[in-house]
Nanobody, 124 residues
Framework: QVQLVESGGGLVQAGGSLRLSCAASGRTFNNYAMGWFRQAPGKEREFVAAIRWTTANTWYADSVKGRFTISRDNAKNTVYLQMNSLKPEDTAVYYC?????????????????WGQGTQVTVSS
Protein backbone atom coordinates (compact mmCIF):
# COMPACT_ATOMS: atom_id res chain seq x y z
CA GLN A 1 0.00 0.00 0.00
CA VAL A 2 1.59 3.23 -1.17
CA GLN A 3 1.45 6.11 1.26
CA LEU A 4 2.49 9.69 0.66
CA VAL A 5 2.73 12.02 3.65
CA GLU A 6 3.39 15.73 3.12
CA SER A 7 4.80 18.07 5.73
CA GLY A 8 6.47 21.45 5.98
CA GLY A 9 3.61 23.78 5.20
CA GLY A 10 2.86 26.88 7.23
CA LEU A 11 2.46 30.63 7.28
CA VAL A 12 5.22 32.77 5.81
CA GLN A 13 5.59 36.37 4.71
CA ALA A 14 5.97 37.29 1.07
CA GLY A 15 9.57 36.83 -0.02
CA GLY A 16 10.14 34.04 2.47
CA SER A 17 10.91 30.36 1.99
CA LEU A 18 9.47 26.99 2.91
CA ARG A 19 10.54 23.43 2.21
CA LEU A 20 7.86 20.82 1.74
CA SER A 21 8.57 17.14 2.19
CA CYS A 22 6.74 14.12 0.82
CA ALA A 23 7.64 10.89 2.59
CA ALA A 24 6.80 7.90 0.40
CA SER A 25 6.36 4.36 1.67
CA GLY A 26 4.91 1.04 0.66
CA ARG A 27 7.11 0.07 -2.26
CA THR A 28 10.26 0.95 -4.21
CA PHE A 29 9.80 4.18 -6.13
CA ASN A 30 12.63 3.78 -8.62
CA ASN A 31 10.23 3.62 -11.57
CA TYR A 32 7.89 6.34 -10.38
CA ALA A 33 7.31 9.92 -11.38
CA MET A 34 6.57 12.23 -8.46
CA GLY A 35 4.67 15.46 -8.73
CA TRP A 36 3.67 18.44 -6.62
CA PHE A 37 0.31 20.07 -7.22
CA ARG A 38 -1.52 22.85 -5.46
CA GLN A 39 -5.11 23.91 -5.07
CA ALA A 40 -6.31 27.31 -3.94
CA PRO A 41 -9.89 27.87 -2.74
CA GLY A 42 -12.33 27.90 -5.64
CA LYS A 43 -9.68 26.87 -8.15
CA GLU A 44 -8.71 23.66 -9.86
CA ARG A 45 -5.74 21.63 -8.75
CA GLU A 46 -2.74 22.79 -10.76
CA PHE A 47 0.66 21.35 -11.60
CA VAL A 48 3.64 22.84 -9.77
CA ALA A 49 6.65 20.57 -10.35
CA ALA A 50 7.59 16.97 -11.09
CA ILE A 51 10.62 14.70 -10.95
CA ARG A 52 11.32 11.32 -12.47
CA TRP A 53 12.76 9.23 -9.67
CA THR A 54 15.32 7.28 -11.71
CA THR A 55 16.87 10.12 -13.69
CA ALA A 56 16.05 13.07 -11.40
CA ASN A 57 14.88 15.02 -14.46
CA THR A 58 12.63 17.86 -13.38
CA TRP A 59 9.73 19.89 -14.78
CA TYR A 60 8.20 23.13 -13.49
CA ALA A 61 5.15 25.26 -14.06
CA ASP A 62 6.07 28.64 -15.54
CA SER A 63 4.66 30.38 -12.49
CA VAL A 64 7.24 28.80 -10.16
CA LYS A 65 10.24 28.38 -12.45
CA GLY A 66 13.33 29.92 -10.93
CA ARG A 67 11.76 30.08 -7.45
CA PHE A 68 10.90 26.46 -6.63
CA THR A 69 13.15 23.42 -6.75
CA ILE A 70 12.02 19.81 -6.65
CA SER A 71 14.43 17.10 -5.54
CA ARG A 72 14.45 13.58 -4.12
CA ASP A 73 16.44 11.68 -1.54
CA ASN A 74 16.75 8.00 -2.42
CA ALA A 75 17.89 6.93 1.03
CA LYS A 76 14.93 8.58 2.73
CA ASN A 77 12.36 7.84 0.00
CA THR A 78 11.41 11.49 0.21
CA VAL A 79 10.66 14.17 -2.35
CA TYR A 80 11.17 17.83 -1.49
CA LEU A 81 9.85 21.10 -2.82
CA GLN A 82 12.04 24.04 -1.87
CA MET A 83 10.02 27.22 -2.30
CA ASN A 84 11.82 30.57 -2.32
CA SER A 85 10.65 34.11 -3.00
CA LEU A 86 7.13 33.13 -2.06
CA LYS A 87 4.24 35.29 -3.21
CA PRO A 88 0.68 35.62 -1.87
CA GLU A 89 -0.56 33.89 -5.02
CA ASP A 90 1.37 30.77 -3.97
CA THR A 91 -1.12 30.31 -1.13
CA ALA A 92 -2.78 26.92 -1.54
CA VAL A 93 -2.94 23.37 -0.26
CA TYR A 94 0.04 21.54 -1.72
CA TYR A 95 -0.27 17.87 -2.65
CA CYS A 96 2.30 15.23 -3.44
CA UNK A 97 1.42 12.67 -6.13
CA UNK A 98 2.99 9.52 -7.57
CA UNK A 99 2.67 7.85 -10.96
CA UNK A 100 3.83 4.23 -11.10
CA UNK A 101 4.55 4.31 -14.82
CA UNK A 102 7.23 7.05 -14.43
CA UNK A 103 5.31 9.19 -16.89
CA UNK A 104 5.26 12.86 -15.89
CA UNK A 105 1.78 14.34 -16.20
CA UNK A 106 0.95 18.02 -16.02
CA UNK A 107 -2.63 17.41 -14.94
CA UNK A 108 -3.84 15.75 -11.78
CA UNK A 109 -6.07 12.83 -12.83
CA UNK A 110 -3.46 10.37 -14.22
CA UNK A 111 -1.49 10.16 -10.96
CA UNK A 112 -2.11 6.93 -9.05
CA UNK A 113 -1.45 8.04 -5.47
CA TRP A 114 -1.95 11.25 -3.51
CA GLY A 115 -1.02 12.60 -0.13
CA GLN A 116 -3.40 14.40 2.18
CA GLY A 117 -1.99 17.86 1.45
CA THR A 118 -0.27 20.56 3.46
CA GLN A 119 -1.40 24.17 3.72
CA VAL A 120 0.91 26.97 2.57
CA THR A 121 -0.17 30.51 3.34
CA VAL A 122 1.85 33.51 2.14
CA SER A 123 0.95 36.86 3.69
CA SER A 124 1.57 40.16 1.93
Amino acid sequence: QVQLVESGGGLVQAGGSLRLSCAASGRTFNNYAMGWFRQAPGKEREFVAAIRWTTANTWYADSVKGRFTISRDNAKNTVYLQMNSLKPEDTAVYYCAADRTSVVHFTAPPYDYWGQGTQVTVSS
